[in-house]
Nanobody, 122 residues
């Protein structure tokens, strides 16, 4: 069982930056691949980024490639999402998730956090 708690969301102007954190409690954080997803009002949950168990491999949605960076610190049981050059279309609730392998679909992840709101004003 893994519990995930996101933090770091907020309101930012277009072009600004935010850093999201996801703290995990429970066993064997380093045994899980981690992902970030987002969900805007009226839309489905969308893949943003994912990272392998050791952090050696990372994956990004085309819409955020070059602007967002996912990283993890297994000693701190935490995964991060650094978001730069934010756009109004990045506005959504952002969720972190833990799974047994790296995937781009929500169904591939077993544990989810409660989400943190990111709002980007134009």
């Amino acid at each position: 069982q893994v519990q995930l708690v996101e933090s770091g969301g907020g309101l930012v102007q277009a072009g600004g930056s935010l850093r999201l954190s996801c703290a995990a409690s429970g066993r064997a954080f380093s045994s899980y691949a981690m992902g970030w997803f987002r969900q805007a009002p009226g839309k489905g949950r969308e893949f943003v980024a994912a990272i392998s168990f050791t952090g050696g491999s990372t994956y990004y949605a085309d819409s955020v490639k070059g602007r967002f960076t996912i990283s993890r610190d297994n000693a701190k049981n935490t995964v991060y999402l650094q978001m730069n050059s934010l756009k109004p279309e990045d506005t959504a609730v952002y969720y972190c998730a833990a799974g047994l392998w790296v995937g781009v679909f929500p169904a591939e992840y077993k544990y989810w956090g409660q989400g943190t709101q990111v709002t980007v004003s134009s």
